[in-house]
Protein backbone atom coordinates (compact mmCIF):
# COMPACT_ATOMS: atom_id res chain seq x y z
CA UNK A 1 0.00 0.00 0.00
CA UNK A 2 0.83 3.71 -0.63
CA UNK A 3 3.49 4.82 2.01
CA UNK A 4 0.81 8.06 2.24
CA UNK A 5 -0.97 5.93 4.68
CA UNK A 6 1.80 5.91 6.73
CA UNK A 7 2.33 9.37 6.71
CA UNK A 8 -0.97 10.09 7.60
CA UNK A 9 -0.64 7.74 10.98
CA UNK A 10 2.60 8.98 11.25
CA UNK A 11 1.15 13.07 11.34
CA UNK A 12 -1.46 11.69 13.73
CA UNK A 13 0.67 9.90 16.91
CA UNK A 14 3.87 12.95 16.35
CA UNK A 15 0.82 15.52 16.25
CA UNK A 16 -1.65 14.74 18.94
CA UNK A 17 0.65 12.34 21.17
CA UNK A 18 4.44 13.32 20.55
CA UNK A 19 7.39 12.11 18.90
CA UNK A 20 8.16 9.00 21.31
CA UNK A 21 5.29 7.31 20.85
CA UNK A 22 5.61 7.34 17.70
CA UNK A 23 9.19 6.16 17.60
CA UNK A 24 7.90 3.37 20.07
CA UNK A 25 5.47 2.21 16.97
CA UNK A 26 8.49 1.81 14.31
CA UNK A 27 10.19 -0.20 16.95
CA UNK A 28 7.36 -2.35 17.88
CA UNK A 29 6.99 -3.04 14.38
CA UNK A 30 11.11 -4.00 14.41
CA UNK A 31 11.43 -0.85 11.72
CA UNK A 32 14.57 1.91 12.55
CA UNK A 33 12.89 4.56 14.32
CA UNK A 34 14.62 7.48 12.07
CA UNK A 35 12.82 5.46 8.82
CA UNK A 36 11.10 8.07 7.23
CA UNK A 37 8.21 7.42 4.16
CA UNK A 38 7.51 8.60 1.51
CA UNK A 39 3.97 9.14 0.30
CA UNK A 40 4.60 7.12 -3.26
CA UNK A 41 6.43 4.05 -1.73
CA UNK A 42 5.38 0.67 -1.49
CA UNK A 43 4.86 -0.31 1.61
CA UNK A 44 3.82 -4.41 2.44
CA UNK A 45 -0.27 -4.50 3.24
CA UNK A 46 1.09 -6.80 6.58
CA UNK A 47 3.02 -3.66 7.79
CA UNK A 48 0.64 -1.26 7.41
CA UNK A 49 -2.02 -3.02 9.34
CA UNK A 50 0.02 -4.01 11.95
CA UNK A 51 1.07 -0.65 12.48
CA UNK A 52 -2.06 0.02 13.54
CA UNK A 53 -2.43 -2.66 15.69
CA UNK A 54 1.02 -1.52 17.01
CA UNK A 55 -0.19 2.14 17.76
CA UNK A 56 -3.25 1.07 19.37
CA UNK A 57 -0.97 -1.06 21.70
CA UNK A 58 1.36 1.94 22.17
CA UNK A 59 -1.18 4.49 22.74
CA UNK A 60 -3.60 2.39 24.97
CA UNK A 61 -6.65 1.69 22.93
CA UNK A 62 -8.32 -0.64 21.39
CA UNK A 63 -7.55 -1.69 17.70
CA UNK A 64 -11.09 -0.32 16.86
CA UNK A 65 -10.29 2.83 18.30
CA UNK A 66 -6.69 3.67 16.39
CA UNK A 67 -9.12 2.68 13.66
CA UNK A 68 -11.46 5.52 13.93
CA UNK A 69 -8.77 7.77 14.66
CA UNK A 70 -7.19 7.16 11.71
CA UNK A 71 -9.73 7.35 9.40
CA UNK A 72 -10.90 10.86 11.23
CA UNK A 73 -7.48 12.02 10.71
CA UNK A 74 -7.17 11.08 6.69
CA UNK A 75 -10.52 12.22 6.13
CA UNK A 76 -10.52 15.78 7.90
CA UNK A 77 -6.91 16.64 8.51
CA UNK A 78 -4.67 14.81 6.37
CA UNK A 79 -6.40 14.43 2.95
CA UNK A 80 -8.25 17.57 2.55
CA UNK A 81 -4.38 19.29 3.07
CA UNK A 82 -2.76 16.80 0.60
CA UNK A 83 -5.68 15.96 -2.15
CA UNK A 84 -7.72 19.23 -1.19
CA UNK A 85 -8.92 19.84 -4.70
CA UNK A 86 -11.29 16.96 -4.57
CA UNK A 87 -13.50 17.94 -2.20
CA UNK A 88 -13.77 21.67 -2.96
CA UNK A 89 -15.63 19.90 -5.71
CA UNK A 90 -18.38 18.65 -3.65
CA UNK A 91 -20.30 20.85 -1.25
CA UNK A 92 -21.39 18.12 0.73
CA UNK A 93 -20.29 14.52 2.61
CA UNK A 94 -22.79 12.83 0.49
CA UNK A 95 -21.34 14.70 -2.45
CA UNK A 96 -17.73 13.87 -1.46
CA UNK A 97 -18.72 10.22 -0.83
CA UNK A 98 -20.51 10.04 -4.30
CA UNK A 99 -17.37 11.18 -6.12
CA UNK A 100 -15.04 8.85 -4.15
CA UNK A 101 -15.16 5.94 -6.46
CA UNK A 102 -14.17 8.28 -9.27
CA UNK A 103 -11.21 10.19 -6.89
CA UNK A 104 -9.49 7.29 -5.97
CA UNK A 105 -9.47 5.87 -9.77
CA UNK A 106 -7.99 9.13 -10.79
CA UNK A 107 -5.45 9.59 -7.52
CA UNK A 108 -4.33 6.23 -8.50
CA UNK A 109 -4.28 6.01 -12.16
CA UNK A 110 -0.54 7.35 -12.50
CA UNK A 111 0.54 5.62 -9.48
CA UNK A 112 2.65 2.75 -9.97
CA UNK A 113 1.59 -0.64 -8.06
CA UNK A 114 -1.48 1.13 -6.98
CA UNK A 115 -4.72 -1.02 -6.18
CA UNK A 116 -6.99 1.34 -4.71
CA UNK A 117 -10.92 0.51 -3.14
CA UNK A 118 -13.65 0.40 -5.28
CA UNK A 119 -17.24 1.45 -4.32
CA UNK A 120 -20.77 0.97 -5.71
CA UNK A 121 -23.55 3.27 -4.52
CA UNK A 122 -27.14 2.62 -3.85
CA UNK A 123 -28.26 6.17 -3.13
CA UNK A 124 -31.95 5.96 -3.97
CA UNK A 125 -33.06 7.25 -0.64
CA UNK A 126 -31.95 11.31 0.03
CA UNK A 127 -30.87 10.56 3.63
CA UNK A 128 -29.19 7.20 2.81
CA UNK A 129 -26.16 6.45 0.72
CA UNK A 130 -25.02 2.47 1.00
CA UNK A 131 -21.32 2.13 -0.51
CA UNK A 132 -20.21 -1.66 -1.14
CA UNK A 133 -16.50 -1.93 -0.48
CA UNK A 134 -14.71 -3.50 -3.09
CA UNK A 135 -10.97 -4.50 -2.15
CA UNK A 136 -8.74 -7.56 -1.59
CA UNK A 137 -7.41 -5.83 1.56
CA UNK A 138 -10.42 -6.31 3.27
CA UNK A 139 -10.40 -3.26 5.43
CA UNK A 140 -13.84 -2.54 5.20
CA UNK A 141 -13.46 -2.11 9.08
CA UNK A 142 -11.40 1.24 8.07
CA UNK A 143 -14.64 2.94 6.66
CA UNK A 144 -16.51 3.63 9.40
CA UNK A 145 -13.42 6.30 11.07
CA UNK A 146 -12.85 7.60 7.24
CA UNK A 147 -16.60 8.21 6.62
CA UNK A 148 -17.06 10.00 9.99
CA UNK A 149 -14.28 11.96 9.16
CA UNK A 150 -15.70 13.39 6.05
CA UNK A 151 -19.37 13.94 8.41
CA UNK A 152 -16.82 15.97 10.80
CA UNK A 153 -15.00 17.42 7.51
CA UNK A 154 -18.93 19.10 6.34
CA UNK A 155 -20.02 20.00 9.60
CA UNK A 156 -23.04 17.04 9.06
CA UNK A 157 -23.97 14.42 11.52
CA UNK A 158 -24.08 11.11 9.98
CA UNK A 159 -24.13 7.46 11.02
CA UNK A 160 -22.46 4.61 10.05
CA UNK A 161 -22.95 0.90 9.88
CA UNK A 162 -21.15 -2.02 8.82
CA UNK A 163 -23.10 -5.09 7.36
CA UNK A 164 -19.90 -7.27 5.75
CA UNK A 165 -18.52 -5.15 2.99
CA UNK A 166 -21.80 -2.57 2.92
CA UNK A 167 -20.96 0.57 4.28
CA UNK A 168 -24.96 2.09 5.28
CA UNK A 169 -24.63 5.55 6.08
CA UNK A 170 -27.63 8.26 7.35
CA UNK A 171 -27.50 11.34 6.91
CA UNK A 172 -29.08 13.38 10.16
CA UNK A 173 -29.56 16.74 9.33
CA UNK A 174 -28.17 19.32 5.95
CA UNK A 175 -26.51 21.11 9.10
CA UNK A 176 -23.95 23.54 7.74
CA UNK A 177 -22.03 22.59 4.88
CA UNK A 178 -18.13 23.28 4.39
CA UNK A 179 -19.06 24.92 0.93
CA UNK A 180 -21.93 27.59 2.17
C1 LIG B 1 -9.29 12.84 -1.53
C2 LIG B 1 -9.39 11.86 -0.64
C3 LIG B 1 -8.72 10.52 -0.79
C4 LIG B 1 -7.64 10.15 -1.54
C5 LIG B 1 -6.77 11.02 -2.42
C6 LIG B 1 -7.43 8.72 -1.31
C7 LIG B 1 -6.39 7.97 -1.85
C8 LIG B 1 -6.04 6.71 -1.44
C9 LIG B 1 -4.81 6.02 -1.76
C10 LIG B 1 -3.67 6.58 -2.60
C11 LIG B 1 -4.86 4.79 -1.17
C12 LIG B 1 -3.78 3.68 -1.25
C13 LIG B 1 -4.09 2.80 -2.43
C14 LIG B 1 -2.96 1.80 -2.72
O1 LIG B 1 -1.89 1.88 -2.12
O2 LIG B 1 -3.15 0.93 -3.59
C15 LIG B 1 -6.14 4.70 -0.48
C16 LIG B 1 -6.57 3.62 0.23
C17 LIG B 1 -7.81 3.53 0.83
N1 LIG B 1 -8.82 4.45 0.77
FE1 LIG B 1 -8.66 6.32 0.09
N2 LIG B 1 -8.39 8.26 -0.47
C18 LIG B 1 -9.20 9.32 -0.12
C19 LIG B 1 -10.28 9.29 0.73
C20 LIG B 1 -10.85 8.14 1.20
C21 LIG B 1 -12.08 8.08 1.97
C22 LIG B 1 -12.87 9.30 2.43
C23 LIG B 1 -12.34 6.77 2.18
C24 LIG B 1 -13.54 6.14 2.86
C25 LIG B 1 -14.68 6.75 3.06
C26 LIG B 1 -11.26 6.00 1.61
C27 LIG B 1 -11.11 4.62 1.67
C28 LIG B 1 -9.91 3.97 1.48
C29 LIG B 1 -9.59 2.64 2.00
C30 LIG B 1 -10.51 1.76 2.84
C31 LIG B 1 -8.26 2.37 1.61
C32 LIG B 1 -7.42 1.14 1.98
C33 LIG B 1 -7.08 0.29 0.82
C34 LIG B 1 -8.04 -0.84 0.57
O3 LIG B 1 -9.00 -1.03 1.34
O4 LIG B 1 -7.83 -1.54 -0.46
N3 LIG B 1 -10.40 6.86 1.01
N4 LIG B 1 -6.83 5.87 -0.67
Redesign the pocket.
Known sequence: ??G??VKCLEELIRKNFGDDKWKAVLAAEGIDDARVFSTMEDVPDGTVVEMIGKAAAVLGISKEAAMEAF?MH??KTY?PRV?GV??EKAKSAREF?LS?DG??DT??RR?E?????RFVYDDAQPERLVMR?D?P?G??A??PG??K??GALYGEQIDVALAGNEVRIHFNSAASRRAA
Do not use: D
Open positions: MKTIGWSAYFFLLVHVTMNARPPYSRLVLMLVGV
